[in-house]
């Protein structure tokens, strides 16, 4: 614990969702409380990435006046880019690969949020836990996430992977959903980050990792079906939904159960998550991965989708969850449906798929922190309280 004299907490006085059709309402408004007095102790804290998720976790912590934040990146204008936009902040360059320099990150760190590439994630969690530093990360690898679960076998810190938004706040969304249901037949789990004003025949703008965004696209995708654990194939049982008047399509995608398919095993009949675009994404997917076989030539279509797709701050991100099941003697459905703009916060635009990854992860973060989440071994997102996740300075921009 390092001291230092720091602010209050930031209020987040939250902002009522605009009615369907109209941009969001204005600025995120702040009440800044008076500074505390130097006995007020901070909690050190790293975070390794400095690209856009990894500036949004850094603005949160580091604005609250409870965190002093240490983050890295391996390349070096992203780290000069950092330096001196937060009081007390560090800003330093990192090898991802590189055992030494990871070392060296973390030492003193109570935590690490990793917002690096999913594939750097089993090294960062081996030197988190050789360091003695609790370890949170985003991915939504299916292969690396069993990694970090080995690690967090017998470990005297926490390892609470995937815990962004899908998977991450829409697994806390679903457990809720159910908690009252003696029997659960289907729970369904939809997400998608869109632009808001698409304007290509993808219908799509990059909003997050491309690598991410192609590597769900990709790989086999865990699912209960019939009470039973099976994976599915990406890019197929495509569905046609309506939320606040819009339609949408989806379709399996990888990775954004998280761990909720070995926790409900035997518990519910019928459990599967999918991405949701606008409709005609999947087949333009489909030509591009299958046909033309750039599902084996991933890194070109990387390069092909950063050179000829926009990036946009100008996004959505709509969250669609629900449970059919019994309730008190009746066959009930309950439903979560949220759309969430992007937004003007202290000043800086953000992208919606900033703030809900950044607001899930710190969320987290918090509730560790403050004892209402266990603080070793292997921490599951649907070991987190809903209520709590929502009441929390970070959580509640999910509210």
Not at 56 to 70: N, W
Not at 314 to 324: C, K, L, Y
Request: with cysteine.
């Amino acid at each position: 614990m390092v001291a230092r004299v720091g602010r209050k907490p930031l209020r987040h006085t939250g902002l009522r969702k605009s009615p369907p059709g109209l941009p969001p309402a204005g600025s995120d408004r702040r009440i800044l409380a008076p500074k505390l007095p130097p006995s007020f102790m901070t909690t050190p804290i790293g975070i390794l990435g400095a690209g856009k998720i990894g500036r949004m976790v850094c603005h949160l912590l580091s604005t609250s006046g409870l965190y002093q934040v240490r983050i890295g990146d391996v390349a070096k204008g992203a780290v000069d880019a950092m330096g001196g936009r937060y009081r007390d902040m560090q800003a330093q360059v990192v090898d991802f690969g590189d055992q030494k320099s990871l070392d060296q990150f973390l030492k003193g760190l109570w935590g690490v949020v990793s917002c690096a590439p999913y594939h750097c994630n089993p090294l960062i969690a081996e030197r988190a836990k050789a360091n003695g530093v609790h370890y949170f990360d985003l991915t939504e690898d299916v292969e690396v996430t069993q990694r970090v679960k080995q690690l967090a076998e017998g470990s005297k810190t926490a390892f609470a992977p995937q815990c962004g938004l899908a998977p991450g706040f829409i697994t806390i969304v679903a457990n809720h959903l159910i908690r009252e249901m003696t029997e659960v037949q289907d729970l369904h789990l939809r997400v998608g980050a869109l632009p808001r004003y698409p304007s290509n025949r993808l219908k799509y703008n990059l909003t997050w990792s491309t690598e991410g965004l192609i590597n769900e696209y990709c790989n086999p995708c865990e699912a209960l079906l019939d009470n039973e654990l099976q994976f599915v194939q990406p890019l197929q049982d495509l569905e046609r939904l309506t939320i606040d008047g819009v339609e949408y399509e989806a379709f399996n995608t990888s990775g954004g159960l998280g761990t909720l398919a070995f926790s409900l095993l035997g518990k519910v009949r019928n459990v599967n998550y999918k991405t949701i675009r606008y409709p005609g994404h999947c087949e333009l997917m489909k030509l591009l991965l299958q046909d033309l076989g750039m599902r084996d030539h991933q890194a070109e279509l990387a390069r092909i989708f950063e050179r000829a797709l926009p990036t946009t701050n100008q996004d959505q991100i709509v969250v669609f969850v629900s449970a059919t099941g019994t309730m008190k003697g009746r066959f009930t459905e309950a439903t979560y449906a949220r759309t969430i703009y992007h937004k003007t916060i202290d000043g800086q635009d953000w992208s919606g798929i900033q703030i809900t990854t950044a607001a899930g992860v710190c969320g987290v973060v918090d509730l560790m922190r403050e004892g209402k989440l266990p603080t070793s071994g292997l921490v599951r997102m649907e070991q987190v309280s809903y209520p709590d996740f929502l009441a929390n300075r970070f959580g509640s921009y999910f509210a």
